[in-house]
Structure formats: structure tokens, C-alpha cells
């Protein structure tokens, strides 16, 4: 089938949306918490609620595009995205927040589980490796972007009467004088909105799903549950989602608390460079694992990763404003190491264990509360101790996982498959 590279580009461009609308949680965490006036335990749910969205619609998710198509999948995932945002910006409240960063979660586990079939239908098979990590490109992208934006809008809309944007002015009109980082949910809010106009108006290629890509029944997902090997996979993909959002969504509360840095600013820089880096490490993980099994790089990211942490915990205001945003550019590598020696070890039912596998982006939800709560009985740096248990965990994948097939790299002989035990 001949490439489709317009629908190439609207799925980068999903990647973008996704990424900017997931990943703007952590820099809005000091704000939630002095604007609603909650403890850090409340606003761990907030993040709760928008990660437990990808554990409830996963799967589900998978048989609905099996069933109805990409494109219906991804019209209705915007369009409740969209709700979400509208619902929120038109009553701002604690309560409702957390209905708004569900109902915003889910359409965003919806798009996760509707791109990937697309993307290698639109832009081939063989260039299927390569538009992957371009997307992730664009995810990183835009989680570099999101604080930025954050920051624009408060300190501009926070200036009466200096407005001189036609935007701002508009959006000041908008908002509670008091709670302009507000404003990012009307941005969603039309973004997802014209994500819906531009989707149903666009002509999709039919696409087939393999067999290995397949969701596949409720007793495919029970049977793979039952092996041990898969419960240790989806938590360390539960790990990596934990720690990933478990540093980007205190980063900037705990400079804020202990290195008297502004959240609005310096806070939310740090945030974006740990996003940057993020993208940058993952160009370095391309590299390396043409050299090295996936294995030892995994090993080797992850423990820096651990000194990165405890040096960011424990160290200068300095060191802490450098090792944070490290701490993203040697998580980098993590998510793909590890889904790939997870399906590389099993020889059947690749698309039902990818469902599992997803579903345990929940782990985002899950420690980011923990290290919340942690953070009102024991102090937020104590708190985030918890992280060296996850990234743990991850460390130890590195020592244990026995795939069936391991990653080429230069210099290696291909291999063959081996027989499941």
C-alpha cells in the first residue's frame, strides 16, 4: 500500500496533542495546591484520576477499535476530551477537576490504543520503526513545550491592563482574575475541538489488524494473566510510568519547598528541560542499542537515573536544578526497553499482553498519590524516596528478564526465535 503521508503527519500531530494535554499536570501541581487549598495528598488524586483513566479504558479501548475503527475511536476520544476541558473551565472546582482529568485521560487512552495500527498502515510497514520514534519525538516535543505555555499565560494574565495579545485579552475576559492557569483548559478545550473537525473530515486507510496486534477475548487476557512472567512485565511498565510522573509532577513543588524557587517560572523550566532532555536521551538510547543488548543499557540508565534522583533529593539548589531534569534524560530509554523485552518474550497473543502492558500506565496514577501522601505525613523529600523503590524494580528487569529473541545490534548474528518454556 502506497504511503499516506498527510495521515503520517495528523498522527504526529496527535502525539503533540496528547503529549502537551498529559504532561501539563506536574507544573500546575504548586498552583492546585495553594489555588484550591489542598494537601499534596488531594492533589496526588487529581493526578489519580486522570492515570487511572488509561488503567479503566485500555483494553476496553482496543475492542471498540476492533469493532467501530480508528477513526470513530478517535473522534469520540477528542470529543469527550474536549467535554472534559469545556466542563471544567466552565466550573472550576476541586470536585469537577477531577471528573475533567478522567474524562480527559480516557479519550487520551483511547487515542494511544487507535494510533499505532494507523501509523503503520499510513506510513508502511517498513518505515513503522522509524515513524515510532519520530512520534515519540513529537510526544517529547510538546511535553517540552506545555510548562512554557503554562508559564506565558500566568505571568501575562496576571499583568491587568498590559495585555496586548488579542489572546490574552480574550482569555482574560474568560477566567477568575485569581486562577488564570485556567486559561491552558480553554486552549484544550479548542484544541480538541478542532482535532474533531479535522479528524472527521479526513479519509482514513482501511486497516487491517494483525494477528499479534489484535486486543483478543476476555479469556486471552485471563490466560495471560495467570503466567507469572506478565504480572512482572506490567509492573515494571506500572514502575517506569510511576517514576516518570512520580519525579515530573513533584519537580516543581518540592524546588518550590525547599529551594524557595517560583513555581511559575523557574519551576516550570526545570519541568520542560526534563521533558527536553527526556526526547534527547531517547536519540542516545537509538544509538547505544546498535551496540548493546537492551539489557545492559536498561541496567546502566537506570542506575544513573537512581544518582541522579538522590543527588536532586539531597543536593544544593544547583545540583537539584541540574539532576532533576537528568533524571528524565536516563528515563528515557526505560519505556521501550522494557515493552520490548516484554513482548519479545512471549512467541503468542502480542496484542492482548500490549493491552496489559498499557494498562499499567496506571502506575502513574497510583504513585504519584503515594508520594503525595507520603509527602503530608513525612515531608515531600521523604516522600519521594519512595521513587528509588520503582526505579528499582525497573534496575532489576535488567538482571532478570530472559527474552526469547534479544535486539540486534552491529555485529551480531540474526537470530532465531526460541520455543516459549
Known amino acids: 500500500m502506497k504511503r499516506n503521508l498527510y495521515i503520517v503527519g495528523l498522527i504526529l500531530l496527535i502525539f503533540f496533542v496528547i503529549s502537551f494535554l498529559t504532561n501539563i499536570i ?31 479504558m485500555s483494553i476496553p479501548s482496543g475492542m471498540l477499535v476492533e469493532k467501530y475503527g480508528e477513526k470513530k475511536v478517535m473522534v469520540a476520544a477528542f470529543f469527550i476530551s474536549f467535554l472534559g476541558a469545556f466542563l471544567f473551565v466552565l466550573k472550576p472546582s476541586y470536585f469537577v477537576y477531577t471528573i475533567s482529568l478522567f474524562m480527559i485521560g480516557s479519550g487520551m487512552a483511547m487515542l494511544q490504543v487507535a494510533i499505532h495500527p ?6 508502511g510497514e517498513a518505515e513503522f520503526a522509524f515513524n515510532s520514534v519520530l512520534g515519540q519525538m513529537f510526544f517529547g516535543l510538546a511535553s517540552f513545550l506545555s ?3 503554562y508559564s506565558y499565560f500566568v505571568l501575562n494574565l496576571a499583568k491587568e491592563g498590559a495585555n496586548n495579545s488579542f489572546i490574552l485579552d480574550f482569555m482574560s475576559g474568560l477566567i477568575p482574575a485569581d486562577l488564570p492557569w485556567i486559561s491552558l483548559y480553554w486552549v484544550f478545550a479548542v484544541v480538541s475541538l478542532i482535532m474533531v473537525a479535522i479528524i472527521s473530515l479526513t479519509r482514513f486507510p482501511s ?7 489484535k486486543v483478543g477475548a476476555i479469556a486471552t487476557h485471563l ?4 503466567k507469572p512472567m506478565v504480572i512482572l512485565y506490567f509492573l515494571g511498565i506500572f514502575c517506569y510510568v510511576g517514576s516518570e510522573q512520580g519525579v515530573a509532577n513533584w519537580i516543581s513543588k518540592f524546588l518550590s519547598t525547599y529551594h524557595d524557587v517560583d513555581p511559575q517560572t523557574q519551576g516550570a523550566k526545570v519541568v520542560s528541560l526534563f521533558w527536553g532532555l527526556m526526547t534527547a536521551g531517547t536519540l542516545l538510547g537509538l544509538v547505544l542499542l546498535k551496540f548493546l543488548d537492551s539489557r545492559k543499557v536498561l541496567i546502566g540508565f537506570t542506575a544513573t537515573a537512581m544518582i541522579c534522583l538522590a543527588a536532586g533529593l539531597w543536593g544544593t539548589k544547583p545540583i537539584a536544578l541540574i539532576a532533576f531534569p537528568l533524571i528524565g534524560f536516563f528515563a528515557s530509554v526505560m519505556w521501550s526497553v522494557i515493552v520490548s523485552l516484554a513482548l519479545n518474550s512471549v512467541s503468542t497473543h502480542h496484542g492482548s499482553f500490549s493491552g496489559i502492558l498499557v494498562t499499567g500506565i496506571a502506575g502513574g496514577a497510583v504513585v ?11 515531608g515531600l523529600k521523604i516522600g519521594m524516596l519512595f521513587l528509588f523503590l520503582t526505579l528499582g524494580y525497573i534496575l532489576s528487569i535488567g538482571f532478570w528478564s530472559k527474552p526469547l529473541i534479544n535486539n540486534q545490534t552491529i555485529g551480531s548474528k540474526k537470530q532465531e526465535p526460541q520455543v516459549a518454556n
Open 223 to 226: 490466560e495471560l494473566l495467570k
Open 26 to 56: 506536574g507544573p500546575l501541581v504548586p498552583d492546585l495546591i495553594n489555588d484550591f487549598q489542598i494537601s499534596q495528598t488531594l492533589a496526588g488524586f487529581l493526578i489519580f484520576a486522570f492515570f487511572i483513566a488509561y488503567g479503566v
Open 368 to 378: 504519584s498519590f503515594l508520594v503525595g501522601w507520603l509527602g503530608d505525613l513525612v
Open 118 to 123: 494507523l501509523l503503520r498502515v499510513a506510513g
Open 207 to 213: 486497516v487491517k489488524l494483525k494477528e499479534d496486534e
Open 147 to 149: 510548562p512554557l505555555v
